[in-house]
């Protein structure tokens, strides 16, 4: 699987309501290695958005960042954006993408 095959996929709730599509894909270096010395990489989650027009520009990934006047508007154009745990994605290749749980307030990414 890639990130291309995520990006921009409808997002279902569990009863089949539509919350938006895939803005992004969160990563962990925690993934079985694949012959190297790093870890493999696994998703993490998805960043879920009812709004496919404007980038988050970093401002989803720590608390402060930037001239407040424009994080603040960021913040408020991306309100509604949720984060889906990725055991709870009901992964097919083709198609929405069904959630088996409601998704959560996207948390700044830790440091």
């Known amino acids: 699987m890639r990130t291309a095959d995520l990006v921009a996929r ?3 709730a569990p009863d089949g309501s539509r919350l938006g599509a895939v803005v992004d894909v969160r990563v962990v270096g925690n993934g079985p290695s ?3 010395a790093l870890p493999g990489l696994r998703v993490d989650g998805l960043v879920v958005s009812p709004r496919r027009f404007g980038a988050l520009w970093g401002y989803d990934r720590y608390e402060q960042h930037g001239p407040w006047l424009l994080r603040a508007l960021v913040r ?4 509604d954006v949720r984060y889906a745990r990725w055991d709870t ?3 097919q290749p083709s198609g929405p993408l069904r959630l088996a749980a409601d998704p959560a307030p996207l948390p700044p990414l830790r440091e």
């Open 10 to 12: 409808v997002v279902e």
């Open 89 to 91: 994605v009901g992964w």
């Open 76 to 79: 408020w154009w991306h309100r």
């Open 34 to 36: 694949r012959g190297g």
